[in-house]
């Protein structure tokens, strides 16, 4: 690529080379290799039933792990998103138990979810703390006040509305959920923030290289609290389908989450060094989690197992991922 | 004082001077870092500013792009007054500034780093409801660019870190070539280059001046200086210390001025 070419500017790469090169298809071949094992293995585990199954597992954690892309997008990480979530649960669930509107309820739950994530923003963008301390810090914060609220012990949460995403609807043979067309939703149109408009090539620019963001004139700080204010709206939005999942308001749920969308996110081939990655790459990441889970459970495989599984391949992501980095 | 009359303004009709400074001071508590420094750039040349280590360059170019505010003295651009609050300023009024490190995002494409900041919108609703970035739009704008400045690279959707030292620092040159309207403003672009890809990157500053945009150019480097700049601005303590042409002066002249063991 170094050596001069022929006429000053090439007219475009070669299709091959843009798929080969795409981030996403290592992560996608994984998929696909993890599918064929279990397919040969099970037969039941192709059955449309199954895969229903499986994205209805996939959807908590595969909306948590956007919001996540876009926090390590700009080199950042969040260790807030289970504890910014369940903010969301508790709160939506106590006022709805205590008589208010369901709709108000759950849409000052997912406000105060995107409030959390803008006082992390301005924490990091404004005192310019590392992002690890600030959610860290935002993390023991609210779990031991949620347990407070809530003295606790988990309680239900019966409301039509609230579980109004766990009801499914058909599609050949599909049984998908309304929180699965949500998080697909969700998926597209983020996807297209970061891909089609100027905001999502300066959460890039600015995971890619801070300094020359600024000097061609991007407010770093301005664009690093608004990533941090939507995450935490996509971390208020997951609250709403957790409730659809389980009517259930558990302070102490979700403790494996902030893992869990950081795993989503490495196997999907972001950097955790920011500005390199993306959406695709994370729904994939998000499904071989969820196809791994199921796959080995129908197989009656020890689920430990999947643990196991998941992280040898965050660290085969994390190598990769240095290796390029050291190559270029 | 007299030495700053340069022999060159005798023998040529008035030209149009396009950034002007007089008398610019700048001080830092007790360090004086600009002692009531002159600065003159006219239309379609290139300008090396010359000088030793902390004679100044940086600083100059810092208060020529409003990167800091001189503590007295004048700036004109074009004849007119200016006073830059920062560098957003300057950019607004059409300098641009390419600095030593690289100034580019290596995991983006090369069209993507020309537009950084400055990213065009797709027309109709889809660009100003949707702000759908017009992607192709850029990339043909991209490619243009190049080709006008005759700068060689691969393929323009390629990300940047896939391309040498060189070629990375001609992305940042070319990008102010693309939006200065005034004049473009380079500290030490080739310091972190070799020698081929310094060629690269002067041919590169010749196009842009060809183009009728004048280049200040900071450089250490006195062959590249005397290969390509039309007059020195020689840079001494704080002040300018002559203005010389490649032609009636020689390196070692030049460095003579520098060091003060001459005058012009
Ligand atoms: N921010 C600063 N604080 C204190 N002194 C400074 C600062 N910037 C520059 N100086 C001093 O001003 C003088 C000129 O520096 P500079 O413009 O960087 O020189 P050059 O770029 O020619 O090497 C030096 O003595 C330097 O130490
Ligand atoms: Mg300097």
């Not at chain 1, 997008?73 to 208010?100: E, F, M, Q, R, S």
């Not at chain 2, 001071?25 to 003159?40: N, P, Q, R, S, W």
């Amino acid at each position: 690529m170094t050596t001069a070419t022929v006429s000053p500017v090439e007219t475009s790469r070669s299709l091959k080379s843009r798929i080969l090169g795409a981030p996403s298809a290592g992560p996608l071949l994984v998929l696909i290799g993890f599918c064929l094992i279990f397919a040969l293995s099970n037969p039941r585990f192709l059955a449309t039933h199954n895969l229903s199954i499986i994205l209805q597992q996939t959807v908590i954690i595969g909306v948590l792990a956007i919001g996540q892309t876009l926090v390590i997008l700009t080199a950042g990480i969040d260790l807030a998103v289970g504890a910014i979530c369940v903010l969301g649960t508790i709160v939506a669930g106590k006022l709805v138990n205590l008589g208010y509107d369901p709709v108000l309820s759950m849409g000052f739950a997912i406000l105060l979810c995107t409030a959390a994530g803008l006082a992390a923003g301005g924490l990091v963008s404004g005192l310019r703390l590392p992002p690890f301390i600030v959610t860290l810090g935002i993390l023991g914060i609210l779990t031991a006040a949620l347990r407070l609220i809530s003295e606790g012990g988990a309680f239900p949460v019966r409301d039509p509305f609230l579980a109004w995403t766990g009801n499914t609807m058909k599609l050949g043979g599909f049984v998908l959920t309304y929180g699965v067309l949500i998080m697909f939703a969700l998926y597209a149109v983020v996807w297209y923030l970061l891909n089609q408009t100027k905001w999502g090539r300066h959460v890039y620019a600015i995971g890619n290289n801070t300094e020359a963001a600024r000097l061609v004139g991007i407010p770093v700080r301005r664009h690093l609290l608004s990533v941090y204010l939507l995450a935490g709206l996509i971390y208020g939005i997951a609250a709403w389908l957790a409730l659809g999942r389980i009517p259930n308001a558990d302070p102490n749920a979700m403790q494996s989450a902030n893992l869990d969308s950081i795993t989503a996110v490495v196997i999907g081939g972001t950097s955790l060094f920011g500005g390199r990655g993306g959406l695709i790459g994370t729904l994939i990441g998000a499904l071989i989690v969820g196809v791994l889970r199921n796959g080995l459970t129908l197989a009656g495989i020890d689920p430990l197992w999947q643990d196991l599984v998941t992280g040898i391949l965050v660290i085969i992501a994390v190598a990769l991922d240095q290796m390029s980095r050291r190559k270029s | 004082m007299s030495a700053e009359t340069t022999p060159l303004q005798a023998t040529e009709t008035k030209p149009h001077i396009v950034l002007e400074a007089r008398n610019v001071v700048k001080t830092y508590g007790h360090v004086t870092a600009l002692d009531g420094v002159d600065f003159e750039l006219r239309a379609g040349e290139i300008l090396a500013v010359v000088g030793d280590n902390g004679a100044g360059k940086s600083t100059l170019i810092k208060a020529l792009t409003g990167a800091l505010h001189p503590t007295s003295g004048e700036i004109l651009l074009d004849g007119v007054p200016i006073h830059f609050k920062g560098p957003l300023d300057a950019r607004h009024a059409g300098i641009e500034t390419v600095y030593q490190d690289l100034a580019v995002a290596p995991a983006l494409d090369i069209a993507s780093n020309l537009f950084l900041g400055r990213e065009l919108r797709a027309p109709g609703l889809l660009g100003s409801l949707f702000r759908r970035l017009d992607k192709k739009r850029m990339r043909e704008e991209a490619r243009r660019a190049m080709n006008e400045l005759k700068f060689r690279l691969p393929a323009i959707d390629n990300p940047v870190e896939s391309l040498s030292g060189g070629q990375r620092q001609g992305v940042a040159v070319a990008r102010a070539a693309l939006f200065a309207r005034k004049l473009v403003i380079m500290d030490e672009p080739t310091a972190a280059l070799g020698v081929r890809e310094t060629g690269q990157v002067l041919e590169l500053i010749r196009s842009i001046r060809d183009r009728g945009l004048p280049v200040v150019l900071i450089s250490h480097n006195m062959p590249n200086v005397f290969d390509i700049a039309d007059r020195i601005h020689i840079m001494r303590l704080g002040r300018r210390a002559a203005v010389v042409s490649p032609k009636t002066h020689t390196m070692n002249d030049v460095v003579a001025i520098m060091t003060g063991a001459a005058t012009a």
